[in-house]
């Protein structure tokens, strides 16, 4: 199985990726304090939430935590067109206060789909939060509120980022060819 697949330069180990989220979680914490829901986008955020809420933990919040689903990406490296809504949507939005995580911000189009659902629907705050931006990719103007790293034009995987639906249980950040 494993023999099949291209190879994965790390980028990011375990250790890096540990503390960098214990830095997000912090400033999170000054500018999000108080009550707030996590909503993560399927798939690629759940390793991501499932670290950054046992930090944010820590810190003395207690948000829900819940998910949505998005599509745009098919199987190749690129996006597919306009995100859309596939499941999942969080119910009670009006007048709640939210942080949505993804695990990239290429184009910024997905985050800022995901951030107009979320605002049309009457939400008092919507935050963003990304692990991974790529700038140098953006189709739109987006800027999300919280970076965990910045990269270039490269295609990575692991730590709940896949490429077709492989490589997410990888504990490290890899570059692929
Ligand atoms: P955007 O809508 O173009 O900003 O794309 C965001 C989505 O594209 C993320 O949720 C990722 O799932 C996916 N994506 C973007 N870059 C990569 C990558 O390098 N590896 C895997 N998925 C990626
Ligand atoms: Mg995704």
Known sequence: MKGNW??????FDETEIARRVEELAREI???VAGDF???GLLTGSFVFVADLIRVLDRAGLAPRIEFMKLSSYGHGKESSGAPRLIGGAPEDVAGRRFLLVDD??????????AKSL??????ARVWTCA????????KIDFAADFVGFTVDDVFIVGYGIDYAENYR?????????
Do not use: C, E, N, Q
């Open 118 to 123: 979320l605002a049309g629907k009457g939400a």
């Open 29 to 31: 914490a000054v500018a």
């Open 6 to 11: 291209v190879l994965v330069s790390k980028l």
């Open 131 to 138: 692990l991974v931006d790529k700038p140098s990719r953006r």
């Open 104 to 113: 990239i911000v290429d184009t910024g189009r997905t985050l800022d789909y």
């Open 169 to 177: 249980h990888l504990p490290y950040i890899g570059i692929i060819d």
């Open 37 to 39: 829901a996590i909503v």
